[in-house]
């Protein structure tokens, strides 16, 4: 196994960069994915031309949806690689499987390399997804039954943080807390004040669309005072948090949950991190009491993914990701949106779309009629309830795609002509898109 170069986007297999309508796959196609796709487009052109459909819808229109982003070609190279056939259930050195000897390579590599990334104790990387993260910290520390403070639904909690329709509502006794409703600004007061009147077993603090960056040091001395253990679900900040662009919950939580993908720019994927007393119990919640066999061609590519964020290219790019979100939350607001608290720390940008006159569905089905993706989410009333007139973006994918300042304010544009109804906005947005390929030079 040969490590890869840690440039994002030094290798670019060619892609047919394609402009067509999903079809079968031809030789032609053949250097459009790391893997062997002349295979694939032999074997099941119909697989084969959902692989290029896809990658066209990528190309041709804005991704704006703030949990996702375009993994580099080595990302994606391992994803597809013969890792995937081999069965690893255990840890190195440690598997109920024979044959892991090179497997156990790209998982201790995987994870030394996440531990120095984030600057933590222990690190396990097997999680398949965010979700699984979250529920082995939960399994780890928890019993059925106990307490736990989140952030609630209406107000941007992940439906891991007790939501009636997940394990984690059914199973836990949850309690949420909620963000001002004036300022959209988590209410700590009303943190500390809740977790004195439950005494949780557990803090959780993270969010699928909170903008700002999180006061860790607060929530850990909330957790002190009420005994509980400290949960940060950085899913969506991590890659942030790996550039230097956001700060680290690792000094302060006892466990802290992310994805892979999202900024982080990996696989589809979840990793823990910890200190060294909680590592054991980490461990034994991720396999065997959560899940079996890890994923190794997933632990390789997250491998790769964390080389790739420990380099200064990486760094750059956490920093132009924040300064564009800013941009464009602050030219979504030209247009006339009015942001959740005002504006953004992060990647990530809450819009009310109300000011106009549109609901959130109203609003992203124009959108997406222009070729702009993104999602609705819920914004917090004054009493408690949520209304749906609210779009969630980032900025991830668009820069890392390379676009800048200038390229926000057209964002904005593009978006203000949407929402209100002009119905050419299509080709202005493919035009836009069509100078910032995600593969440059696969086509
Ligand atoms: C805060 C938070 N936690 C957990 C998750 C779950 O991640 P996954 O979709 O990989 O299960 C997400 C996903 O968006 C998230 O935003």
Redesign the pocket.
Known sequence: MSATTASPRSTSPADTRPGTSPGPGTAADAGAFPADFAALAAADPEIAGVLVGESARQSETLQLIA?ENFTSPAVLAALGSPLTNKYAEGYPGARHHGGCEIVDLAERIAVERARALFGAEHANVQPH???SA?LAAYAALLRPGDTVLALSLPHGG?L?HGSPANFSGRWFDFAGYGVDAATGLLDLDEVRALARERHPKALVC???AYPRHIDYAAFRDIADETGAYLIA?V??PAGLIAGGAAPSPVPYADVVCA?THKVLRGP?G?MILCGARLAERIDRAVFPFSQGGAQMNSVAAKAVAFREAATDAFRGYARRTVANARALAAALADQGLTLATGGTDTHLIVADTAPLGLDAGTARGRLAAAGIVLDTCALACPDGTARRTGIRLGSAAVTTQGMGGAEMARIAELIGAALRGDAAVRPRTAALVGGFPPYPGRN
């Open positions: 949990a997804s965010g979700s979250v992940h891991t993270g969010s699928i679900d899913a969506h994805t589809r979840g």
